[in-house]
């Protein structure tokens, strides 16, 4: 268990989930209404108004992409109530993790952010990762990147006491995964696929309720970080292998400072120390239910809020009124 940091003190842990729940907030306005940009710059906007409120001296290292890409929450922006006074504290973000999925009313959008001490969350380009995640229990080296899916799934298998074609993986429905989803079938395993939403398809693995045993596939890297600080503070085993199209992805790469484009990852390379993890729900899912629209202008979210030194995780369920 990592130790615990004197800048990641018990208040922000928890102020950590007003931010969420804003950003969720500010979406669920937009779930079913097909329009996947209002609904992201929604929860951007939201976000980026509630970071003011905490006392600290934020800066985004994952984010709505470079300062020409973004108007707010790009990489590199300071966020936070205490810039140049409070603690330094380095923060992963995606206001709206599954766009798509928001527009269409769909299962498990969230409102995501993860925190730590400077230099502690991997800098990741925005390109794909390849990813492998398993959740809490297994010997170390249970999973490897470098193997084939079903020799993975065969050593899960083995380490959990059971046959392959008793494990659950999740896997983003995408053309790219087809040969994957052949394989694993093949194997006679099942398959849950999600049409987005990787970062709780990872954080599946760690909650026996979801019957998922292991995520594969691959995904935006960015969201590989964040899934990273969740396992840091659940447990569970993360390979990834930054995926590049071109020489351009190659020179982005590069500009964050990564010199070997080879690398594989372990879940301690995206995210060491001691991290915050929060959630919050915009649409129902695996993990967490989404903001509830009431009578009378009330509604109901629900978060997760966890911590890597204290192995705490806590269920947030908030009841707010228009105006709140």
């Not at 400072?257 to 080879?262: C, M």
Request: aromatic share 4%.
């Amino acid at each position: 268990m990592p130790k615990a940091s004197d800048v990641l003190d018990r208040v922000l842990v928890l102020e950590m989930v007003r931010v969420t729940e804003a950003a969720a907030i500010a979406a669920s306005y937009l779930i079913g209404r097909g329009d996947e940009k209002a609904a992201d710059a929604a929860a951007v906007e939201a976000m980026r108004k509630a970071f003011d409120e905490l006392y600290m001296d934020g800066t985004v290292v994952i984010g709505e992409g470079e300062r020409d890409e973004a108007p707010m929450l790009y990489i590199g922006e300071k966020v936070g109530g205490a810039i140049g006074k409070g603690p330094k504290i380095d923060i992963a973000l995606d206001p709206l993790e599954g766009t798509t999925i928001t527009a269409k009313a769909g299962p498990n959008a969230l409102a995501v952010l993860a925190a730590a001490e400077e230099g502690c969350l991997l800098n990741a380009p925005d390109v794909y990762m390849q990813k492998i995640a398993i959740g809490p229990g297994y010997p170390e080296g249970t999973i490897d990147l470098t193997k084939s899916a079903s020799d993975n799934v065969r050593s899960l298998a083995a380490a959990k006491g059971v046959e392959p074609h008793q494990i659950i993986a999740c896997v983003l429905d995408r053309p790219r995964h087809a040969e994957m989803i052949a394989e694993l079938r093949e194997l006679g395993c099942g398959i849950v696929l999600i049409p987005d939403g990787d970062v709780a398809g990872v954080i599946a693995t760690t909650d026996p309720e979801t019957t998922i045993d292991i995520y594969m596939g691959s995904g935006g890297a960015p969201e590989g970080v964040l899934a990273c600080a969740a396992l840091r503070c659940v447990g569970g085993q993360f390979q990834g292998k930054l995926l590049f199209r071109n020489d351009d992805e190659r020179a982005r790469a590069r500009k964050w400072g990564i010199e070997d484009l080879d690398r594989i990852y372990n879940l301690s390379d995206l995210a060491k120390g001691d991290c915050i993890f929060a959630a919050t729900g915009v649409t129902d899912g695996s993990l967490l239910d989404g903001v509830k629209h009431l009578k009378g202008g009330k509604f109901t979210t629900e978060s997760v809020v966890m911590r890597a030194s204290s192995g705490t995780v806590r269920w947030v369920r908030g009841e707010h009124h228009t105006g709140d």
